[in-house]
């Protein structure tokens, strides 16, 4: 029986060869794929057509090319292929996303809703529900990515501690798993890093930044070298909980001071004087005093968060994503004011800041790219499932 | 002309491969430095011969083995061949330590004096007289590291600022090696970089941790994944610049509040009312009151810092060096005890405190250790020498 299974191994490990290489070339013809993977021509092909079959891939025209030779046809991501649902429990919304191989979005949905008023359970039911909405879109789906605003432990999987909503120790992988037999890789992660994910991949294109989301929370994603970093537990990021002012108030997470409690959206608004994000985003427009000084204090805790982070990584760039990328155009010059006091090397590495292009979504697609490149790195089942 | 030039590459290449499969594996006999490297037994022993020659390399005793085939002798790096030298220029000392190949320290010499006082053009003078003072040794000196209080810039090597020695842009490589006429490499770092290097090699073993240094300066080594972690320029760990209380004192970079003013060992004893950090320990070891209470006030500092580095990177393990190391009996527990409260994710990754139990020449001696790779990884010239 060992010979086989060993076939199959390596057959798997040359699918997803075949397939990393399209992905990262779309528009190569077999010839090239043989010639990036070292593996034959003959066995791409023979893969190739079984991932057509598999919906994986598509053709493209045959590509015009000088010189003799059969010319090939140009491979690409098929769209009509596995998909991948990113879901996003957010503290005052739910949110869903099916996207495809290609990365393009095919439909999204977001529910308001505060869920710190719920059980996890509760909120779990409505999540269970939404990704039900999502299975009876007349697409497959291989793999679903979950955001949380809280610290999910890589190991395991499980959201260790989500201050925003009240959570502790909760399995979502294994209660969305159990209550909707998904046979589907289902994989957990912090919010604030799957929105740096995503601003990674269709975002500010640099390959070190810090991406802070401003939402009633504040998460950060690090980027180094074009990767994310995630630290030894996966608990990284979490610039919320930096003290900037350690006699500040008290923080749910037990501490005080944090910048989450100083410059989170709830406490501008508040100090603001208005209801919520879009009022605030009007009157300051209108050039309100009281809303003006708000985001101005906010810049301000912001910058002491930020440089902190930089002055101990050295970063070049910080994007603003989520609430302060809609702020951005107010918080930008005390937040640039405030790096330039306080980062200790602002004179030779001066700070970018950036306002995510990327929608509120971003957190959402990153979870649904991460199901995306689960199904990449293992396409094999669907190879199988056309063979069989 | 092209062929030899080439020869040369690919001999200089392998003279680097096979001097640091010894250096990883010391011990190792020609046949498994071959499988190692993937050379050819004739090809490694014949360098090896070289490296001899060079006294880059000993052969220790034949290898017993079983079975047939002839015995291989170990092979070690050689502890007579070029050694490298580490200067430190400290804000109130100067150090060098040379050390041999195996990392073993053949002599080290230190000299107290505050260089706060003089320019940079005259305390440079001061190391030279000490860089000549080691060339006097009876051994080759194969690269100089340089240990500095400040920003390196990575790129360029220049020190773009020390703000407790008042420097700005000093070529220190370029003035150092223009005095003495130098040709080996000269390298410039950071001294609290070149400190972490030093606790990785020789110290705690860890994989993932930060080093914080408390002298008149606080600085920090970050090591992520067996690495240091440098940043895009070259400037992280300027840990003693995170503003710890953002409305507190000035500091000499510009910012306010920063943990060097708060936490520095010059503010530690200001507080303890005591004249230096030994009157200091004694004070602490006779339980004085106002000496305790000092300490633990920059403890509570240094652990809103040292929080902030573990919530943003997710850092098992602090290593305390320098100053910090000989104060950690009293550091310990209200630094223990600031990182519980502060650091989100402290109930599933708890952070362990760790002294150094390395001296407080880490700096010199990881400086030392530059110079030595830098040998390691370009080992021609010593082979060429013998060679000609």
């Not at 994986?56 to 003799?68: C, D, K, N, T, Y």
């Not at 949905?109 to 996890?120: C, H, I, Q, V």
């Not at 930089?310 to 951005?328: F, H, K, M, S």
Request: hydrophobic share 45%; charged share 20%; proline share 6%.
């Amino acid at each position: 029986m060992s010979r086989p299974a060993s076939q199959h191994t390596v057959r798997r490990h040359n699918c997803a060869l075949v397939l990393d290489a399209i992905a990262a070339a779309p528009g190569s013809s077999r010839a090239t794929v043989a010639a990036r993977t070292g593996l034959t021509k003959a066995t791409v092909s023979s893969l190739v057509d079984r991932m057509i079959g598999a919906r994986l891939v598509v053709e493209g025209e045959a590509q015009s090319r000088p010189g003799p030779g059969r010319r090939g046809t140009a491979l690409h991501l098929s769209p009509a292929g596995p998909h991948g649902l990113g879901v996003e429990i957010g503290v005052d919304h739910l949110a869903t996303c099916l996207v495809d191989l290609t990365g393009r979005v095919r439909t999204s949905w977001l529910r308001p809703g505060d869920n710190r008023a719920s059980r996890p359970s509760r909120v779990l039911t409505r999540v269970a529900a939404a990704i039900r909405l999502a299975l009876k879109e007349d697409v497959a789906i291989g793999g679903v990515g979950v955001a949380v605003p809280g610290l999910v432990e890589s190991a395991t999987g499980i959201l260790r501690l989500a201050p925003n909503l009240g959570w502790r120790e909760v399995d979502v992988r294994g209660e969305l798993t159990r209550r909707l037999g998904l046979d589907v890789p289902v994989l957990v992660g912090n919010e604030a890093n799957l929105a740096a994910l995503d601003e990674l991949r269709h975002g500010c294109g640099a390959p070190d930044f810090v991406h802070v989301s401003g939402e009633i929370g504040i998460g950060a994603g690090i980027v180094l070298n074009g990767e994310l970093f995630e630290g030894v537990s996966g608990f990284s990021g979490e610039i919320g909980h930096l003290s900037v002012d350690p006699r500040g108030p008290r923080c749910p997470c037990g501490s005080r001071g944090c910048l989450e409690r100083l410059a989170g959206q709830d406490e501008i608004v508040r100090a603001a004087g208005v209801e919520d994000l879009p009022t605030l985003l009007t009157a300051l427009k209108a050039n309100d005093r009281t809303a003006t000084a708000a985001v101005h204090d906010a810049a301000k805790w912001l910058g002491v968060a930020l440089s902190g982070a930089v002055n101990l990584l050295d970063l070049p760039t910080v994007v603003l994503g989520g609430a302060y990328a809609r702020l951005e155009p107010w918080l930008r010059e005390p937040l640039l004011a405030e790096l330039g006091r306080r980062v200790v090397s602002a004179a030779w590495s001066p700070v970018h800041v950036l306002a995510s292009t990327l929608a509120s979504d971003a957190a959402t697609r990153g979870a649904a790219g991460t199901a995306i490149r689960a199904i990449l790195a293992d396409p094999d089942p669907y190879v199988t499932a056309v063979l069989a």
